[in-house]
């Protein structure tokens, strides 16, 4: 007997046929889901995408349980509106992992958004805001927003 089913968003809800299931998931897979759910069967998401970009694809769903995001860091239920529980980088060691990383591509994320260096955008940001949602908040320096609940650091490497 299946007690619940845990699925990934990325590559499994969510592919990258613009328009068919990015994005946003297909409405055929979001009605299935939404069945398997109704009969009984409790269905979450968990992923490594930053929690405001996979509850946009959550409530396209339309399921309302818990769900885990940022990589593990945020377990909410964005249809009700609710963070249950955050898991906070240290700002000690944040602090010391940016002055490593200063001049690196790197994108610090909370619940409602991330940030980046403004003297760091460049034509990856765009792509970047698309896949999730929404545009970094350009800052001039990271120091001027450690004192938010910090869920995840992202640094890409950009190749040319």
Same mark, same amino acid.
């Given at each position: 007997m299946i007690k619940a089913i845990v699925l990934d968003i990325?590559?499994?809800?969510?592919?990258?046929?613009?328009?068919v299931n990015f994005p946003q998931p297909s409405k055929k897979v979001s009605e299935t889901?939404?069945?398997?759910?109704?009969?009984?069967?409790p269905v979450s998401f968990l992923s490594g995408k930053p929690s405001f970009a996979a509850a946009e694809n959550i409530k396209t769903v339309g399921i309302d349980n818990?769900? $885990?995001?940022?990589?593990?860091?945020?377990?909410?239920?964005? $249809?009700?509106?609710?963070? $249950?529980?955050?898991?906070?980088l240290p700002t000690e060691e944040t602090r010391r992992?940016?002055?490593?990383?200063?001049?690196?591509y790197l994108c610090l994320f909370t619940?409602?958004?991330y940030y980046l260096k403004e003297d760091?955008?460049?034509?990856?940001?765009?792509k970047y805001s698309r896949f999730a949602g929404k545009s970094p908040k350009l800052i001039?320096?990271?120091?001027?927003?450690?004192?938010?609940? $910090?869920?995840?650091?992202?640094k890409l490497l950009l190749i040319a």
């Open positions: 990325d590559g499994v809800i969510v592919g990258n046929n613009v328009g889901i939404r069945k398997i759910h109704d009969k009984g069967i818990p769900h $885990i995001a940022d990589g593990g860091a945020v377990i909410f239920n964005p $249809i009700q509106n609710d963070i $249950i529980h955050v898991s906070s992992i940016l002055k490593d990383l200063e001049s690196t619940t409602e958004g760091l955008e460049n034509s990856f940001t765009k001039s320096a990271f120091d001027s927003v450690l004192q938010e609940n $910090i869920t995840k650091m992202l």
